[in-house]
Every structure is written in C-alpha cells, then in structure tokens.
C-alpha cells in the first residue's frame, strides 16, 4: 500500500518507519521540518513531503495517492490551548483524507476508563476526542488505545526508571495504587502494522495492551529487580496533588514538566483493557504479548548496547527555538555576543574529533561539572528541560538528536559540530565545536559561542555570565585537547 506517515520524527512514528518498509509498503512521511531526517537510517527509502497538521493547504500535496494514513501526532508537551490545536489538526486531516480517497486511518490513542470523556485530564480527553474525529470522518478509521507503553527511549519507561534509580525510598500519590497495563513498544508496533491488513470497511476503536495488569508501585519495583536494584518502599501520600507530582518528577528525572504533567494526570485513573475484541481481527504475535518484566529487560539490552531507535528526547521541546543559526552577514545590525577560542594540537583530527562527537551525557562537558550542574538544575525549576536528557547513543550523534539541555542543529562527521540550546533563554544560543586536520603538524580546533540576546533580560543574562566563561570555555578548550591528546598518544 501507499501509506502516509505523520509523525514520522517522533518515538513511534521512527519506529512504526522502517516496519512498513520491512512489510512491502511504500511510505511518505509528513514533517515540519526535513533536516530531521538528514541521518536517519531510512531517509533514502521514503518521500518527504513539508507541511504542518494545523495548515489544511499543506496537506493537500501529502494524501494526493495515498491508500492509508497513520495519525501519530499528538501536543502532549504542549502548552496553551492544544486542545484547540489537536481538534484543528484532526479535522484537517478527516478532511484532507475524506476529500483524497484515503481508504484507511489508523490512530493511537490512549487506554482511558469508561464514561464522560469530559471527566478526564485534559490530555486524555484531547486524544478521545481525537479519535472521535478521525472515527467520523467517513473514512474507514482504526483508533487503538494503549496505555503505558514500555521501550528504550520512552518517556514512560524514561519515568519509571530515574524514579526507581535516584530514589531508595519512594514519598508517591495515591496513585502509584492504581491499575495499569502497560505494553511493550514491539506489540504497539505489531497492532499499528497489521491494521493494514484489516476489512477494508472495518470502523472502530481497540483497546490494546500487554498480558500484565500492574499497579504503578509494582512496575516501578518491577523495574528495580530487572535492573539489580533493591525494591524500594513506596509510601501512598494523599497530600502529592499532581501538580506537585509533577514538580517532583520533573526534578528527578529527565522528564519536563510540560511532558510530566499528561503523564502523571493519564495516571489519575485505572488504565486497563476492557474491550478485549482486537484479538477476534488482529492474531496475537508469535510468541504471545510482551510480558512487562520482558519489556523492562529488552530495553534495558539496547541501552546498555546503545541501540535506542528513537526516544522521547526527539520529540521538539515546546517553546525552544529551531530557527538555524543566521549566517554571519545577517548579523549586520543585530546585537550578538560571542566566544572564540581556537587552538593548536598535536592530536591527531581523527582523536579530536571521537571527544567532540562524543560530548556531554556520561562524558560531560570537560570543564567546571558543577557549573553545568547548577545550570541544568536552574533549567529544571523553570521548567525546562535540564542537563538530564543526556544523549541517545555515547558515542555517535546526528542531525536532530538531543544532548542534554542542547539539540544537534548539524554536524558534517568529522569536521563540524554545532548545537542549539534548548534550556529557557532570554534569547536565542548556539554553540559549534569544529576540527580541522593539520596532516603530520596535528589538527586544529574551534570553539564558538553565540548568543542572540532577547531585550534588555537577555543583554543582563549574558553581562551576569560573562564572568564564567573565562573558566567554563576555556576550560573545555583545554580538557578537550588533552583527552584528544591521550588518545593521540595511546594510538
């Protein structure tokens, strides 16, 4: 089949990608922005087409021969009125695919309990109302529902497992007793996959989910035996409203707030399948549904292995700029402050560059750790996204991954490394790493960084850290050359 993949950068849509190439379909994928998928493994093998959910226009171009569409994209890092903004989306695309002939829509919601949609968190109710758009939008529509959803890189696995790590002992809302069922990210990917298969005339909701029905508490200790970890004693505190769960979560763990919020308020309410029917059109996979003990274990491989596909970190972080950084003629007339340090090594290009490519994360940032510390705990208490994102694999990185607090703008693989902040700025900063072979004399590196500053906030944030950068960036110059010159030497 033809099939239309938005969503196509996220943590399902990057994986659900490749699957449908595997099957024999030929895939078109709907982004905002292209440079996304400049490293992405199966780029080459896919269409792209630019365009936005919200833009009815765009979306024209995107359905124009398509035989089914995949609805992955949801706000649920959103601020403001995304509820607005989803229905908007939704009604485009009911519209858009109506008007094309698409033959099959398939959604993935979220396991919500039984009855008035408006008694649910915002979130939760947003995506039902979702489905009910694309489900009556007149073209043959699958809306599945799935709860927590277990893998490496998932923002809920993300939760689970920084909350059981960090904390011996467990102060948690009344919560963490209620009923969940969580499903393996492989069985989410196998029911989006075989919804293609499905009567062509075929127009409703599935619930989904694993073989497990948990309370958050034995997920998060089932989590601490698959890890070797001791069980931690859970405390159920009334007091833990979910604004301040949220809070807490959001500085314990890598997870934002804006994305701590849905998650914490998806788990107000028994979340578990009672309308078992998929299994009467959708077999179950070889091997029978995922266990979560067997969901925790796999993810837990491909980390330590560092094959995470995608992750919740890919996601964009709602409020951080992704304008590219201006060339430098476009500055004329603009206030820009920088940092040049350039250096002379005898390390090899090659060296050098393995630490440039293979900063931040478990390796730091070579100068000052509690400088970037306070910093990335300054960003947390604001909401923001803090240093604990860390990276996706330790020691490759590629256009559009995350890097603690910074997003890769571009990199050209030995040369070049240029990364755009993502932490709560009065403005808008860059930071670019370079290296240049010297041949037999060594190599030569570059540190550059940019701050376009936003008012009068944003000149006084920089004049205030100013002080600093005698020691932070000059600092890494210097550890950054030893490293490089380590290894030279270790060669």
């Given at each position: 089949?033809?099939?239309?993949?938005?969503?196509?950068?996220?943590?399902?849509?990057?994986?659900?990608?490749?699957?449908?190439?595997?099957?024999?379909?030929?895939?078109?994928?709907?982004?905002?922005?292209?440079?996304?998928?400049?490293?992405?493994?199966?780029?080459?093998?896919?269409?792209?087409?630019?365009?936005?959910?919200?833009?009815?226009?765009?979306?024209?171009?995107?359905?124009?021969?398509?035989?089914?569409?995949?609805?992955?994209?949801?706000?649920?890092?959103?601020?403001?009125?995304?509820?607005?903004?989803?229905?908007?989306?939704?009604?485009?695309?009911?519209?858009?695919?109506?008007?094309?002939?698409?033959?099959?829509?398939?959604?993935?919601?979220?396991?919500?309990?039984?009855?008035?949609?408006?008694?649910?968190?915002?979130?939760?109710?947003?995506?039902?109302?979702?489905?009910?758009?694309?489900?009556?939008?007149?073209?043959?529509?699958?809306?599945?529902?799935?709860?927590?959803?277990?893998?490496?890189?998932?923002?809920?696995?993300?939760?689970?497992?920084?909350?059981?790590?960090v904390?011996?002992?467990?102060?948690?809302?009344?919560?963490?007793?209620?009923?969940?069922?969580?499903?393996?990210?492989?069985?989410?990917?196998?029911?989006?996959?075989?919804?293609?298969?499905?009567?062509?005339?075929?127009?409703?909701?599935?619930?989904?989910?694993g073989?497990?029905?948990?309370?958050?508490?034995?997920?998060?200790?089932?989590?601490?035996?698959?890890?070797?970890?001791?069980?931690r004693?859970?405390?159920?505190?009334?007091?833990?409203?979910?604004?301040?769960?949220?809070?807490?979560?959001?500085?314990?763990?890598?997870?934002?707030?804006?994305?701590?919020?849905?998650?914490?308020?998806?788990l107000?309410?028994?979340?578990?399948?009672r309308?078992?029917?998929?299994?009467?059109?959708?077999?179950?996979?070889?091997?029978?549904?995922?266990?979560?003990?067997?969901?925790?274990?796999?993810?837990?491989?491909?980390?330590?292995?560092?094959?995470?596909?995608?992750?919740?970190?890919?996601?964009?972080?709602?409020?951080?700029?992704?304008?590219?950084?201006?060339?430098?003629?476009?500055?004329t007339?603009?206030?820009?402050?920088?940092?040049l340090?350039?250096?002379?090594?005898?390390?090899?290009?090659?060296?050098?560059?393995?630490?440039?490519?293979g900063?931040?994360?478990?390796?730091?940032?070579?100068?000052?750790?509690?400088?970037?510390?306070?910093?990335?705990?300054?960003?947390?208490?604001?909401?923001?996204?803090?240093?604990?994102?860390?990276?996706?694999?330790?020691?490759?990185?590629?256009?559009?991954?995350?890097?603690?607090?910074?997003r890769?703008?571009?990199?050209?693989?030995?040369?070049?490394?240029?990364?755009?902040?993502?932490?709560?700025?009065?403005?808008r900063?860059?930071?670019?790493?370079?290296?240049?072979?010297?041949?037999?004399?060594?190599?030569?590196?570059r540190?550059?960084?940019?701050?376009?500053?936003?008012?009068?906030?944003?000149?006084?944030?920089?004049?205030?850290?100013?002080?600093?950068?005698g020691?932070?960036?000059?600092?890494?110059?210097?550890?950054?050359?030893?490293?490089?010159?380590?290894?030279?030497?270790?060669?």
């Amino acid at each position: 089949m033809r099939v239309l993949v938005t969503g196509a950068t996220g943590y399902l849509g990057g994986r659900l990608v490749p699957r449908l190439i595997e099957a024999g379909h030929s895939v078109r994928v709907l982004v905002r922005n292209p440079r996304k998928l400049r490293d992405v493994p199966w780029s080459d093998d896919v269409e792209v087409v630019v365009g936005d959910l919200t833009d009815a226009d765009s979306l024209v171009a995107a359905v124009d021969g398509i035989d089914a569409l995949y609805y992955l994209v949801h706000a649920m890092g959103a601020a403001g009125d995304f509820e607005k903004t989803e229905k908007l989306s939704a009604m485009n695309v009911a519209h858009a695919a109506k008007k094309a002939g698409v033959s099959r829509i398939v959604y993935l919601g979220g396991l919500h309990p039984e009855g008035d949609i408006s008694e649910l968190s915002r979130h939760l109710r947003s995506r039902a109302e979702v489905g009910n758009i694309l489900l009556e939008s007149g073209v043959p529509t699958i809306a599945f529902n799935a709860g927590v959803v277990i893998g490496s890189g998932s923002a809920s696995f993300e939760m689970i497992r920084h909350l059981t790590e960090v904390l011996p002992y467990m102060p948690a809302p009344k919560w963490v007793r209620n009923f969940i069922q969580p499903i393996a990210v492989r069985d989410v990917l196998y029911y989006l996959v075989s919804a293609l298969e499905l009567p062509a005339d075929l127009n409703r909701s599935f619930d989904i989910g694993g073989p497990d029905v948990l309370r958050y508490g034995q997920m998060m200790n089932g989590y601490a035996v698959e890890a070797g970890l001791h069980q931690r004693p859970i405390a159920s505190l009334p007091v833990l409203t979910p604004w301040l769960a949220s809070q807490w979560v959001n500085l314990v763990t890598p997870i934002p707030r804006l994305l701590a919020v849905p998650i914490i308020e998806s788990l107000q309410f028994d979340c578990i399948v009672r309308d078992k029917s998929v299994s009467d059109f959708i077999p179950a996979p070889e091997g029978g549904l995922t266990s979560y003990r067997a969901s925790v274990r796999l993810a837990l491989v491909k980390m330590g292995d560092g094959e995470v596909e995608t992750s919740w970190q890919d996601a964009t972080v709602v409020g951080a700029p992704s304008d590219p950084i201006p060339s430098d003629p476009e500055w004329t007339g603009h206030t820009v402050y920088t940092d040049l340090r350039e250096r002379e090594t005898p390390a090899s290009a090659a060296a050098l560059w393995a630490v440039v490519e293979g900063i931040g994360g478990e390796n730091g940032w070579y100068s000052f750790p509690l400088a970037w510390a306070m910093r990335g705990w300054l960003d947390k208490l604001v909401g923001g996204v803090g240093l604990r994102r860390g990276r996706r694999h330790p020691t490759t990185l590629n256009t559009g991954d995350a890097l603690d607090f910074w997003r890769v703008e571009s990199i050209e693989r030995g040369h070049s490394l240029r990364l755009r902040a993502e932490m709560k700025l009065p403005g808008r900063a860059w930071l670019e790493l370079s290296v240049e072979d010297r041949g037999e004399a060594g190599s030569f590196y570059r540190q550059r960084a940019v701050f376009f500053p936003s008012g009068l906030g944003g000149r006084l944030y920089w004049a205030a850290i100013l002080p600093f950068h005698g020691v932070i960036f000059s600092g890494m110059v210097n550890r950054i050359l030893a490293a490089a010159e380590s290894d030279t030497e270790a060669e």
